[in-house]
C-alpha cells in the first residue's frame, strides 16, 4: 500500500488524522517487542507516525487515559487529576440541576 501524499490529494480541505491513546497489553515480555513492532510497522505502512511522547518499551506499568495501569498485579487506578476532574465535573452538574 502507498504512504498518504497530501499534495496528490489536496482538495481545499485538511484533515489530520490522530490515532493516539491505545495500549497494547502481552503476556510475556517477547510478545509485547513482537506486538510494538506489528503496530508501529503498520502505521508506517498507513503513513502515519508516531508520536514521540508515547511510551513504547514493554512495561507493567504505565498511565494510560488517566488510569494508572499495573499489569504485574492486575490493577487499574484511577488518578488524582482524573479523579479531580470527574470531582468537578459532577459537582457543576449538581449545581447546574438544583437551579434548574
Known sequence: ME?????????????????????????TQTEAFLRRDR?????????LFRNEKGHWDPTQLVKHLGLEVDLKDGLFHVTETRLQRVHKKAKALICRAARE
Open 39 to 47: 503496530v508501529s510497522g503498520l502505521l508506517v505502512r498507513l503513513g
Open 3 to 27: 504512504p498518504y501524499d497530501a499534495e496528490k490529494t489536496k482538495r481545499g480541505v485538511k484533515v489530520p488524522p490522530y490515532m493516539e491513546d491505545f495500549l497494547v497489553i502481552a503476556k
